[in-house]
């Protein structure tokens, strides 16, 4: 069984799919913790509730992003994670945290990388006249959202868009691209060569 780590910083809405798929799926995994940077992350009950181990490393309580992630890492690395999964979390990470999880570090960003990495991707796409929006999950590496494609989903952007709804109309695909991936991780699918992300069988990695 493949031990999977989350973090995220609010709702996780991300984490509750993965979550669910594993269990409905019978995937050979298991989420063994979910860890979020904030105390009142609503994901942490989600979790509790399922017997799911939680923790909190608040970003606040360090001097440093050094320190935080040094501390982030000591908590991740007490649940021996074959895999770490970004949800939502929302401090980026230096080097030698991205280093000591290469290659099984995941995330989803909300935008058809490699446009609109970073913030309020959902607001600049609007602005920049795009007709096509979507999400995309990547390895993670220290320059932010610009690690190998693992797989992305396209959405249509509607004349009368505002950032809410587009956001939801892409969070509602993240909810299957997401688990998806992951699940082609833990089940040893995926090749990365060059940066180039394939998964092994041949499978679609458009949604
Ligand atoms: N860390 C690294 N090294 N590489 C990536 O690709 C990362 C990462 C950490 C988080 C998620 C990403 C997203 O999906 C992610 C990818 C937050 C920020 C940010 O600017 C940027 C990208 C992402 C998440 N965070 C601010 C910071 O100073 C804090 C913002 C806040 O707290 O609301 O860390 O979008």
Redesign the pocket.
């Known amino acids: 069984m493949k031990r999977i780590v989350i973090l995220i910083?609010d709702r996780g809405s991300n984490m509750q799919a993965i979550v669910q798929c594993c269990a409905a799926e019978h995937w050979p995994a298991q989420v063994v913790a979910v860890l979020a940077?904030r105390p009142d992350a609503a994901g942490l009950e989600f979790a509790a509730a399922r017997g799911i181990a939680t923790a909190v490393v608040d970003?606040r309580h360090f001097p440093t992003?050094e320190s935080f992630d040094t501390a982030l890492a000591s908590a991740i690395d007490v649940h021996q994670p074959d895999l770490v999964v970004?949800a939502?979390?929302?401090?980026?990470?230096?080097?030698d945290?991205?280093r000591r999880y290469a290659g099984r570090l995941l995330?989803?960003?909300?935008s058809l990388l490699p446009a609109f990495?970073?913030?309020q991707?959902h607001r600049r796409a609007i602005e920049a006249g795009c007709k096509l929006a979507g999400a995309t999950v990547?390895f993670?590496?220290?320059?932010?959202?610009?690690?190998p494609i693992v797989a992305q989903v396209a959405v249509p952007v509607l004349a009368d868009d505002d950032e809410d709804a587009l956001a939801a109309r892409v969070l509602a695909r993240e909810h299957q691209l997401y688990p998806l991936a992951v699940r082609w991780f833990v089940e040893g699918r995926l090749r990365v060569d060059n940066g180039i992300v394939t998964h092994t069988g041949g499978d679609p990695q458009l949604l």
């Open positions: 910083s940077n970003h992003r970004l939502g979390f929302m401090r980026i990470l230096g080097e945290f991205v995330n989803v960003h909300p990495p970073g913030l991707t990547h993670v590496t220290a320059a932010v959202d610009h690690g």
